[in-house]
């Protein structure tokens, strides 16, 4: 058998065999590949078991069918078998419990240098979850993120940058005299986990891990008022009165429901991108251009899949084709996930 590429919160390398559009592995190999195993009783976790009527049901000469495993978990997918890749959606559990319960979603994502950390490491402090790219100018911001991070650090606060992109190559040039902890999310995880469809998205969460202020548009510097027409002042000073006073931009039901949950078709736009990303990393530029541009089609105005696609496939991000897209998704209403920036805080 050849390797397959099984992506969900990561990706993970598993032999696997193409059978016309199936992907199949060896039922050992579903740990390693998803993290569940197949008993008698269905798919578990842990001690968490999802029931499957007919375990055989998954089966295909022996071996499981990823797009069966996933259907039993309830689960998009996206299945390349001629490429062996496939990309499984996460559970939407927990982003409805970060949209409408204001439970921050824990992750797990390395630093620059390979290292993993989690939400939970910064648990007893507030922080501020910023997400950006090297394929926007908001990684001009980092100064004056870095700025409000050495200001209230002493006060229990903590900026935590989470890249949207690639790979550390592509952010180390940006992060030369950064100090707080910036994370790479080469799998747009977070954009899942939280419904995120443009960077800059900030969130604030407590110390308890409670969402205060749901994404929202917000900078670091001016450096780019003029063409956003959003001034940071605003946003900055909310930050220090939450974080000297307590004072809160939003009632936790005002809070509620402010960010909609991802469409069906921006999810299989999230797997696609993954699985045309993961084509290029291995030099299969037309299956991933295909894939591309299949999520970009399911998901026309989210900047995290039509912007973050250019650098992938030798467009500049920062060029005309960015230019009209920008103008496509101002006449379409500036759709996003979360909150305006004109909204408090």
Request: glycine share 10%.
């Amino acid at each position: 058998m050849a390797d397959a590429c099984i992506i969900s919160d990561v990706a993970r390398t598993v032999p696997g065999v193409a059978a016309g559009e199936r992907l199949l592995l060896s039922p050992d190999d579903l740990s390693a590949a998803l993290g569940w195993e197949l008993k008698p009783r269905g798919l578990c976790q842990g001690d968490t078991c999802v029931p499957v009527a007919d375990p055989s049901s998954l089966l295909v000469a022996g071996r499981l069918d990823v797009a069966a495993v996933a259907g039993a978990l309830g689960r998009l997918v996206v299945v390349d078998p001629g490429a062996r890749i496939a990309a499984v959606a996460l559970g939407g559990e927990e982003r409805r419990r970060a949209l409408d319960d204001l439970e921050a979603p824990d992750f797990d994502l390395p630093d620059l240098a390979g290292g993993d950390h989690r939400l939970a490491e910064w648990r007893g402090r507030k922080k501020l979850l910023v997400t950006f790219s090297s394929w926007c100018g908001c990684r001009y911001d980092l100064p004056g993120w870095q700025a409000l991070h050495d200001e209230l650090e002493p006060d229990g606060f903590t900026a935590l940058a989470v890249a949207i992109d690639d790979s550390p190559d592509d952010v180390r040039p940006f992060v030369d005299d950064v100090t707080f902890p910036v994370l790479i999310d080469a799998q747009h995880l977070l954009t899942e986990l939280y419904a995120i469809s443009n960077v800059p998205t900030v969130i604030w969460i407590d110390e308890e891990d409670r969402i205060v202020r749901p994404n929202g548009i917000a900078f670091g510097t001016d450096t780019f008022r003029d063409f956003t027409g959003v001034a940071a002042g605003p946003h900055l000073d909310a930050v220090r009165r939450w974080v000297r006073d307590g004072e809160v931009p939003l009632a936790a039901d005002e809070a509620r429901g402010t960010v909609t949950d991802l469409s069906e078709d921006e999810i299989l736009a999230r797997l696609h991108f993954r699985v045309g990303a993961e084509a290029l990393r291995r030099g299969d530029g037309a299956v991933g251009r295909r894939h591309l541009g299949q999520a970009a089609e399911l998901a026309p105005y989210d900047w995290t899949i039509r912007r973050a696609a250019m650098p992938l496939v030798g467009e500049d991000p920062f060029g005309q084709r960015f230019m009209d897209l920008y103008d496509e998704w101002q006449a379409a209403g500036r759709p996003y996930h979360g909150m305006r920036a004109d909204l408090p805080g």
